[in-house]
C-alpha cells in the first residue's frame, strides 16, 4: 500500500526531518528542482518556452521561487507574480537568490496582470497554497486562482492544488485545476479524495530526503500488488464448498434484480456456492435469471419483503455457511428492518450490510457493534447520512473523518462508496480507493459490490482485506466494461467484467 499523510502528519514529517538535520532549505531546493522537471516535462523542454509561476507567502510560495529560478537556468522564460512578500526566513531567502541569480521578472500580484501574462504562457506553476489550506480563497486569492483558471493555461500545482482543503479534499470556492500535482515526498489526502483528486489531475509523487519511518501513516492507496497478496486461489483439489459458501438475503416484490446482482457478482468473484434467500413469491422470477444460485424461499410480509419469522430458517443456513449478504432490495419496511437487525446480531459468519440493511440501523449505528461476527458496511452517502443523521453536504466536507467515526461507532469496517471510495478500519487505518469510474453510477453496481466483498469473505478473505479489495476490482471491472459499453454500462455488464479485472491484476 502507498502511504498517504494528513497535513499535520506532513508538518510533522518536515519538523522530525529538520530535527535530524536535513534543513528545511535543501528540501525546498529538492522541492523547487521537482517541481521544474515537472514543468518541462509538460512543456516538452525549455526551449522557447514560457513560465508564469504565482506564489503564495508560506513555504509552498518558496517552491516556487525555487522552480522559477531552475525553470530560467534552464533557458525558459519566466515571470513571477507574487501574492504576499514572504516572512523572513527561507522562502523570503529564495526569492531574493531569485533576484540575484537570474533576470527573471519580479511582480506583486495585481488584479489584471496575471491574465495579461498568462496569455503569453505555455506553462504556469500553482504555489499560492500549500497543504494546510482550510475553508474559501478570498479576495486577490481567490482572484489569483481565477486568472490562473480562466487562462487555459496547463499548470503544475506545488503539492496541492491552491483551493482545495489539504485534509479533507474538500473545495469551498475558486481552486486551481491542475494538469500536474507534484506531491513533494507523499501524496497528501486532500489530493486523493474527492473533489480534490478532480482537480489535482495527474499526482506526481517525488522523493525530496525525507528519512524513512520518520512518521507513521494511517492512511494508505491500494495499489495492484496489494490486492494480488491478498486474492484466494483454489486448490486443485477443491471443491464447491470449499471454495466458499455465501447466503444472500435481498429482495423484495419491488425489487427482484438485487438478489440476481448479488449472487451473479460473487459467482463471478469466485464463491463455490451462493444460497439466495428472499421472500417466497419473487424467488421464482430470480430464478429465472440465474441458473447457479439455489434458493431458499422465505416467509413474507404482506408488502413482498421479508418477514420476521424468517430469521430461524436463515440462521440455520447460516450454520452451513462462510459468509452473508443481508440489505439489498429488502424494503423498509418496519417488520423487515427488525428481521435484519435480529439477523446482524446473530449472524454466525462475516457479513456485508449493504442498502435497505443499513436503512435499518438509520440513527442507531451503535447497535450494529452488537454483532458475533465481522462486518463490512457498505453506505452510499444517502444511506451514511441517514446512518450517522447529518446531511449528505457535511458529509462530503469530511468524508475521511466520518468514515472514521462510523467504523469506531459500529466497530465495523465502513466502506464509503464513491469515485474514490473509503475504506475505515475500527483501528483507525483508512485505504482510499483508486479505481473508481463515472461508469459506476448506475442502478445496481452497489449491490454487485456486495456480492464481492462477499465471496471474498466466504473465500476467507479478513474484512478489511476483502473490502479494499472488493473496492478496487470492482472499480477496475467497471472501467473494463465502460470500454466497451461507455456511458451505456449496466451492472450486471460490471458483474461479467470480474474475471477479467481479476486476471489483470494477478499479471500486474
Known sequence: MKPVLTPDQAGELDRLSQARGIGAELLMERAGRALARAVLDLTGGAYGRRAVVVCGKGNNGGDGFVAARHLARAGVGVRVHVMEAPSPGVAAQNLARLGKETPVRVREFAPGR?????VEA?????????????????????????????????????DI??????????????????????????AKT??????????????RVVDIGFPQGLVHPDVFLTEPIDVARVLPARAADTHKRASGHLVVVAGS???????????SAAARMGAGLVTIAAPESIVPVIQ???????FLPLPETPGGSVASHALEPVLDALGRADALVVGPGMSTQVQTAGFVRDLVAGSPVPLVLDADGLTAFAGFPGELSERKSAAVLTPHAGEFARLLEISVGELDRDRLGYARRLAVEADAVTLLKGSRSIIAEPGGTVRINPTGSAVLATAGTGDVLAGVIGALLARGVAAADAAATGAYLHGLAGLLAGRLTGEGTIASDVAAALPDAVARVRRA
Open 114 to 118: 496575471l491574465a495579461r501574462d498568462l
Open 122 to 158: 505555455d506553462v504556469a506553476v500553482d504555489a499560492i497554497f500549500g497543504t494546510g489550506f482550510r475553508g474559501a480563497a478570498e479576495d486577490r486569492w481567490a482572484g489569483a486562482i481565477d486568472e490562473l483558471s480562466a487562462s487555459g493555461v496547463p499548470i503544475v500545482s506545488a
Open 161 to 186: 492544488p491552491s483551493g482545495v482543503d489539504g485534509a479533507t479534499g474538500a473545495v469551498a470556492g475558486s481552486a486551481v485545476t491542475a494538469e500536474i500535482t507534484v506531491a513533494f515526498g507523499v
Open 190 to 203: 486532500g489530493v486523493l479524495l474527492m473533489p480534490g483528486a478532480e482537480f489535482a489531475g495527474a499526482v
Open 253 to 263: 416484490w419491488d425489487m427482484t434484480g438485487a438478489a440476481a446482482l448479488v449472487a
Open 288 to 294: 429465472a435469471h440465474l441458473a447457479e444460485a439455489i
